[in-house]
């Protein structure tokens, strides 16, 4: 089977910093990209970053661009997720997903992801 793991969130001041990590274990770690998206209450999953095992390539929202910086381990099989400047709009559970070979455009699409980690959660306040 597989699993992803995600760990980092917590609770910052706006303006802080947190970094997430999300491990991937059996099957989950046979991926073409790994992505991160987030969902605040009341709202849909969102894209936020992503990055290809392939050829290195990331992609931001553009919410996030500047701000927050994809980068992997391949040997790990793991992701992370460094945000910086934190803002109260970015509170969210963020999810990151493994999928298997797609466009480039395509890593913005959660429904082109094959597994999910369970979450964490990240609160800013103001």
């Known amino acids: 089977q597989g699993a992803l793991v995600e760990s980092g969130g917590g609770l910052v001041q706006a303006g802080g910093s947190l970094r997430l990590s999300c491990a991937a274990s059996?099957?989950?770690?046979?991926?073409?990209?790994m992505g991160w998206f987030r969902q605040a209450p009341g709202k849909e999953r969102e894209f936020v970053a992503a990055i290809s095992w392939y050829d290195g390539r990331t992609d931001y929202a553009d919410s996030v661009k500047g701000r927050f910086t994809i980068s992997g381990d391949n040997a790990k099989n793991t992701v992370y997720l460094q945000m910086k400047s934190l803002k109260p709009e970015d509170t969210a559970v963020y999810y990151c997903?493994?999928?298997?070979?797609?466009?480039?455009?395509?890593?913005?699409?959660?429904?082109?992801?094959?597994?999910w980690g369970q979450g964490t959660q990240v609160t800013v306040s103001s």
């Open positions: 059996g099957r989950t770690s046979s991926s073409y990209a």
């Open positions: 997903g493994t999928g298997g070979l797609m466009a480039y455009r395509s890593m913005r699409v959660a429904s082109r992801y094959d597994y």
